[in-house]
């Protein structure tokens, strides 16, 4: 007797969000027929606050021609509002987007020295030092030490404090010199503005 060869069936679809994946504001809020508790809290400015059985809040958001969306699942019993589904999803839009635009975003800007930097090359760093930390980025600047260069690591230490010291109106020491391998690192944050 011969053996069919193993041929696999189609695969199962998983129409949930993928690992790692934001679930869409759409599946984020039960609405309507789709809320499963016995009663809720209803509140919003159409409607008198209290506790409603899921059948009287039905009734009333159709009565009106809106939708009922839960807005706090995990709440005992449940907050729901009575609103327009769709505009309630422009609504939620629209904050995230303002949310997401008054988040600073941090900028760290590197400035690099060598053990033995001349006068020119450090007026020339310093100056753009100066204007990050006037846009509102941190500085980190560090002294590279090559090879036996790390023999001069009390110059690299005197070289990040000057640094830090003529930056003294711009920005404040965050984190003093550290070495660390071959890098002796400063942070410098701006100062906020009066």
């Given at each position: ?72 699942p995990n709440a005992a019993p449940p907050v729901c509002k009575i609103l327009d589904y769709q505009k309630f999803l422009y609504q939620q839009k629209k904050h995230q987007k303002e949310q997401k635009a008054k988040q600073t975003k941090i900028v760290v800007k590197e400035i690099r020295f060598g053990p033995q930097t001349d006068d020119h090359d450090y007026n020339f760093k ?69």
């Amino acid at each position: 007797m011969q053996k069919k060869p193993f041929t696999p069936g189609p695969r199962p679809r998983n129409n949930g969000p993928r690992r790692g994946m934001q679930p869409s504001p759409k599946d984020q809020y039960a609405i309507n027929e789709r809320i499963r508790a016995r009663e809720v809290r209803l509140v919003g400015d159409n409607v008198e606050t209290g506790i409603y059985s899921i059948q009287e809040a039905l009734r009333i958001a159709d009565e009106q021609g809106l939708d009922l969306i839960e807005i706090s699942p995990n709440a005992a019993p449940p907050v729901c509002k009575i609103l327009d589904y769709q505009k309630f999803l422009y609504q939620q839009k629209k904050h995230q987007k303002e949310q997401k635009a008054k988040q600073t975003k941090i900028v760290v800007k590197e400035i690099r020295f060598g053990p033995q930097t001349d006068d020119h090359d450090y007026n020339f760093k310093l100056k753009h030092a100066m204007g990050f930390l006037q846009e509102g980025a941190k500085v980190k600047a560090y002294v590279f030490f090559r090879g036996r260069s790390i023999l001069f690591k009390e110059q690299g230490e005197v070289l990040l404090l000057r640094f830090a010291n003529d930056l003294e109106e711009y920005g404040k020491v965050e984190q003093m010199p550290v070495l660390e391998g071959k890098r002796m690192i400063i942070m410098l944050s701006p100062k906020k503005k009066q």
